[in-house]
Structures are given as C-alpha cells and as structure tokens.
C-alpha cells in the first residue's frame, strides 16, 4: 500500500504536466495568432488569421481545465497555497480570456463596420495580457512563494519580481512564435511570407530568452543549481540545451528553405524541451521550494477514484481534439470563411 500511495502522486503529477503541455501547444499559437494582429494591418489577412483557428480555439481551453481540476482534486494543499500567491495573475488571465473570447466573437459580427476595430484591439489585449499572466505564474512558482505550516504567508504582490516578468514576456514571444510558425502552415501568399519574416525575428527572441531564463533559474535555490550541475545529474540533463540549439537550427534552415509544418514542429519542440527543462528543475516540488508532491496531495483512496475517471474520460477528451484538427486540417484563403 505504502508503494502504491508513493506512486499515485507521481502518476498524477506526469497527468497533469501533459495537460499543461498539451494546454500550451494548443492554446499558445492562437493566443500567439491574437497578438500578431498587432503586426498585420491588412483586413483580408487578419480575416484568414482569424480563420485558422476558429473551429478550434475555444477547445484548446478544455486542457487548462483539466489541469486546475487536477490541481484542486489531486494536490489540494498545492491549490489552497498556489492560489491566494497568485490572486492577481490568475484573475487578470481569466478576464483577458473572456474579454478575448467576446472579442472574437463580436469581431465577426462587426464585420465592415467601425466597431470591429475596437474588437480588434481586443482581442490583441486579451492575448497578450493572458499571455504575459501566465508566463508570471509560471515564473512565481518556479522561484517559489513564502509558507509557513503548509499555508501560503507572503504578499499579494511577491509574484512581482524582475525573474517573473522575464518568463511572462518570454511567454509572450514564445506564443507569438508559435503563432507565426502556424500561420506558415496553414496560410498562403503573402501572408505565409510576412509570417516567415515574423517568425525569424521571433525564434531570435524567443532563444535569447530561453539563454536568460535558463541561467537565470539555477541561481534561485541551491537544489536548482545542484540539479543542474553535480554529477551525474549533469549527464541526464545535458541533452536539454543541446536538443534546444539544434532545433533553433532546424527551425531557422526551415524557414529560410520553405517548409511549411517544419517550423510549427521546431517551436512546439522548443516548448516542449523548455517545459522539461522546469520539471527538471523543480521535482519533486509542488510548491517550490518547500512542498514536495507528497505533501500537498489528496488521500491515495480519493486520488485513485479519480484517476479512474480520469482514465476514462482522457482518451475522448484527446480523441475529439485530434479528429477536430484533422477535420479542418489545410491551407486556409480568404475564400473560408468563419460564421
């Protein structure tokens, strides 16, 4: 029983970190997409963005629900401490989020008149002030929040230091890029070129900020440093940075030589690698750098009931998600269009 009780937590936590990726991959380039309007002026064009993914956007978010519910039903002490350290963050990317979705909505039904401008402009915010939120989050947690006896004891503004605000505006351009090298994919003409001279600049920025984050983030706690740097630790996570210089290579030979999906695949391999590199980093941490995923979980009888459920319900969750892409997989033009 003691083994099965270890195990349980480490199952959930692998549970939810492929949420969180999955979250990212899929909610990233359109949030990405929302804040390259900033970059296109073009009506047509900005048309044939918006066309990309409107059969899809509003179910990427599916994966961010799961991952809170795993959160509150699975690691209820991680939730009840993470929760009040980041009040501010979490309540500004939810509102982003639906001010986002209104404005993509009303952006249509505005359709040649002055008011979609303003739904425009909306919808740029709302993608990046999500965007930018939840690159804070990520980056409070990862240089951990003030506890005492289990309870969250810092301020409401902790999450506010120069390290979070790198990896908000890290986020920003990650999601750009993924917005860009999407739109390589799914578009044609000179929209496809503009987002190929969009996504070079990008990739540049995004791998200056993968440099900054990732000497930045062994500084923040002795384990950090330790897992990054004591042998024979050093020899697992080695292959992280390499993998991360060959894809920046691939990525940019890809641009520069035409290819339409090889980008798309390079930027969501650079999440990927990046994501990992943090679960390094930080396990077996739930609230960095004090609660461990033991300590912060549900009693093992309530966590197996749920990964029950969870077990059933994940496969149709993953498999409506890939059909809907398959569906409307493609090259979109401004003959599509979004009713």
């Known amino acids: 029983m003691m ?28 949030l990405g997409i929302g804040m390259l309007f900033a970059m296109e002026h073009d009506r047509g064009r900005r048309d044939v963005m918006m066309h990309t993914i409107a059969p899809v956007w509003d179910g990427n978010e599916t994966w961010m629900v799961l991952g809170g519910a795993v959160l509150y039903g699975v690691f209820p002490g991680a939730y009840g401490t993470l929760l009040p350290a980041f009040y501010l963050p979490i309540v500004l990317m939810l509102l982003a989020l639906i001010f986002r979705g209104v404005a993509f909505e009303f952006r249509v039904m505005t359709k040649d008149t002055p008011r979609q401008k303003l739904w425009n402009v909306g919808f740029m915010a709302g993608s990046g002030v999500a965007a930018f939120c939840q690159g804070t989050i990520l980056g409070g947690v990862i240089q951990g929040v003030k506890v005492t006896d289990g309870d969250f004891s810092g301020g409401p503004l902790d999450w506010l230091t120069p390290f979070s605000i790198l990896c908000g505006l890290s986020v920003m351009c990650g999601y750009a890029l993924l917005g860009a090298t999407w739109l390589v994919w799914r578009t044609t003409g000179p929209l496809e070129e503009s987002c190929r001279r969009w996504a070079a600049k990008l990739a540049v920025g995004l791998f200056a900020c993968i440099v900054a984050v990732s000497f930045w983030t062994p500084l923040l706690h002795a384990p950090y440093l330790r897992r990054w740097t004591d042998w024979p630790n050093i020899a697992f996570v080695a292959p992280v940075p390499i993998l991360v210089i060959v894809l920046g290579m691939l990525l940019v030979r890809g641009l520069r030589q035409g290819h339409s999906r090889v980008p798309f695949l390079c ?3 650079w999440f990927f690698l990046c994501l990992s590199g943090l679960g390094i980093t930080i396990w077996p941490y739930a609230v960095p750098p004090t609660l461990t995923l033991w300590d912060v979980s549900s009693p093992p009888s309530s966590q197996f009931f749920q990964l029950v459920g969870t077990v059933i319900l994940l496969p149709i969750i993953l498999t409506y998600t890939i059909y809907s892409y398959r569906v409307f997989r ?10």
């Not at 549970?15 to 990212?24: F, G, M, P």
């Open 3 to 30: 083994d099965f009780a270890h195990w349980l937590p480490i199952i959930w936590a692998v549970i939810l970190i492929a949420a969180i990726t999955i979250y990212v991959i899929l909610d990233g380039f359109d």
């Open 267 to 269: 930027a969501l391999g």
């Open 330 to 339: 493609g090259k979109v033009t401004e003959t599509d269009g979004y009713h």
